[in-house]
């Protein structure tokens, strides 16, 4: 081994100590998480639990605006600046959930340089954790974190939590849930009504559930923990241009209610149309099955993309389930 190879773990760690040391909580005061977001400087965060003390959690990475939002029962409760890939080396968009989590770890790809906190995304080598924040995409596609925000994060969730990584600003509004999350109405005897389905919900009995709808595939997979649980026709009834996540924020004796993350391009309509519950026809069935396995933090996904191979253009990449020792093995990182 060369002397820069034996060199490069020492710089690698010198340079987490020095993020480490210009990480800084930002103190809130009384001021909207949100709004804070956009101002960090390269190594600040906002940290508010207090705001949502409890309940599941879903991740909003933004490769964009180069930040990270954490929403707990649909209540932003922190923000972060983050480091993602550089050219070459791009962070993934897509629909992840946290497949293994390491207080302790080193990537096995980039002459064994420490990643603390490191909660793994693929199995592949794409991982949010500790590093170093120069205020652009430096890393090899993992998502660099400040030192204290990634312990934070990692104590605040689980395995099977889902994080959204997408390149377009967005914005949180209420909002209706999509017709395939709501309850069967007289729309059921539209065309898929009666068509087949596949829904194995023992194959993982707990977890949180994500519901990934594909407009490009006309298909839908739900998963729960991870793990794929069902999957069904989709057939949308108007064109979606966009990416959109709801999350199941409340639930109460006048219905659900679901925080709306839209990935609208430049001059898009934030607003949301009264009649957004009503743009897909599927399985009555499975329409229901999933309106039964819901809980508080379940994830809708919404996306023109492909989620396959061979579709046009490069397919959104979508929670991973494989387990196999030879593919943890060989996960690196960077």
């Excluded at 519901?211 to 999957?231: F, Y």
């Excluded at 004796?253 to 009264?274: Q, Y």
Aim: charged share 20%; proline share 8%; hydrophobic share 40%.
């Amino acid at each position: 081994m060369n002397r820069t190879a034996l060199l490069l773990p020492t710089c690698v760690a010198a340079c987490l100590a020095a993020s480490a040391a210009n990480a800084q909580a930002v103190d809130r005061g009384d001021r909207p998480i949100l709004s804070m977001a956009g101002s960090l400087k390269p190594g600040e965060y906002v940290w508010a639990p207090e705001l949502s003390p409890e309940g599941p959690a879903l991740l909003v990475v933004n490769l964009e605006t180069q930040r990270a939002v954490l929403f707990r029962n649909g209540v932003p409760i922190a923000a972060s600046t983050v480091s993602t890939g550089t050219e070459g080396h791009e962070t993934p968009t897509g629909v992840f959930t946290i497949l293994q989590k390491r207080k302790e770890h080193y990537s096995n790809r980039y002459n064994n340089a420490p990643m603390p906190n490191m909660q793994r995304l693929t199995w592949d080598g794409i991982a949010l954790h500790a590093g170093k924040l120069p205020g652009y995409p430096a890393s090899h596609g993992c998502i660099r974190l400040p030192m204290a925000f990634s312990a934070l994060l990692f104590d605040a969730t689980q395995l099977g939590m889902t994080v959204v990584i997408t390149s377009i600003p967005s914005l949180p509004l209420g909002s209706a849930a999509p017709q395939i999350a709501v309850p069967a109405t007289s729309t059921d005897e539209q065309p898929l009504a009666d068509a087949p389905f596949d829904w194995h919900p023992e194959r993982a009995p707990e977890g949180l559930v994500s519901v990934v709808v594909s407009v490009a595939d006309q298909h839908a997979i739900v998963l729960r923990g991870g793990v794929e649980i069902g999957s069904a026709p989709v057939r949308a009834l108007r064109p979606v241009d966009s990416g959109t996540a709801y999350m199941l924020r409340a639930w109460d004796n006048t219905g659900r209610h679901w925080l709306k993350v839209k990935f609208a391009g430049p001059g898009d309509s934030m607003e949301v149309s009264m009649d957004e519950a009503g743009q897909f026809d599927v399985p009555s069935g499975f329409r229901r099955a999933i309106s039964d396995v819901l809980q508080l933090g379940s994830v809708i996904i919404v996306t023109p993309e492909s989620l396959t191979a061979g579709g046009s253009g490069s397919p959104l990449r979508v929670i991973e389930d494989e387990d196999s020792s030879e593919a943890q093995d060989q996960a690196g990182g960077e």
